[in-house]
């Protein structure tokens, strides 16, 4: 008898230590690796509808609004014309609002910004690389990253005008 629990003791001791291990590496390493709210904005390189590949890093010292939306997503449209209204309105005070599309083709996109009307500046996440270091899930989801690249504030879900706006005044006022 006591040799048919030596095999089931060798398996539940192998797997608590993976876990604990898996534990200790999460808690010393960051865990999954999304961004939280006081934890630094991973940095991305999409190619914009510009032609030219964008990083997070290329907007340092600004304040940046990290928006990710899809044409298809009935919210994310609606609240283009807010994010293209406080873009004018901020622009000059070091705020950047950037539009991450995610996984259209670069033609519906151009195609959408034209039809809106918005021009700030839009990246294309084709490959969903920023969705997945973003832990990006429902569209539209918006990162708040202050001038020192850490993500001040996340919202998911669609913003209207005056929670974009009181947003991006603590961005600002910081």
């Known amino acids: 008898m006591g040799k048919a629990r030596k095999p089931i003791q060798i398996v539940i001791l192998f797997l608590i230590l993976l876990l604990g291990g898996y534990a200790i590496g999460s808690s010393v390493f960051g865990g999954d690796g999304k961004p939280t709210e006081g934890g630094r904005a991973p940095d991305f390189e999409l190619l914009g509808l510009d032609g030219v590949t964008h990083t997070l890093e290329e907007y340092k010292g ?13 919210p994310c449209v609606k609240e283009m014309p807010a994010l293209q209204a406080q873009w004018e309105k901020w622009k000059d005070q070091g705020v950047v609002v950037v539009g991450v599309n995610v996984g259209e083709d670069q033609m519906t996109v151009d195609n959408f910004v034209k039809l809106v009307d918005i021009d700030f500046p839009v990246v294309m996440d084709t490959g969903r690389d920023a969705v997945r ?38 961005l600002v006022g910081e």
């Open 62 to 74: 600004k304040s940046v609004v990290l928006n990710f939306w899809g044409s298809w997503c009935a």
């Open 133 to 170: 270091s973003y832990g990006v899930s429902p569209l539209p989801t918006t990162f708040f990253i202050n001038t020192k690249g850490k993500v001040d504030s996340i919202h998911i879900g669609q913003l209207d005008l005056s929670s974009l706006d009181e947003q991006i005044g603590k």
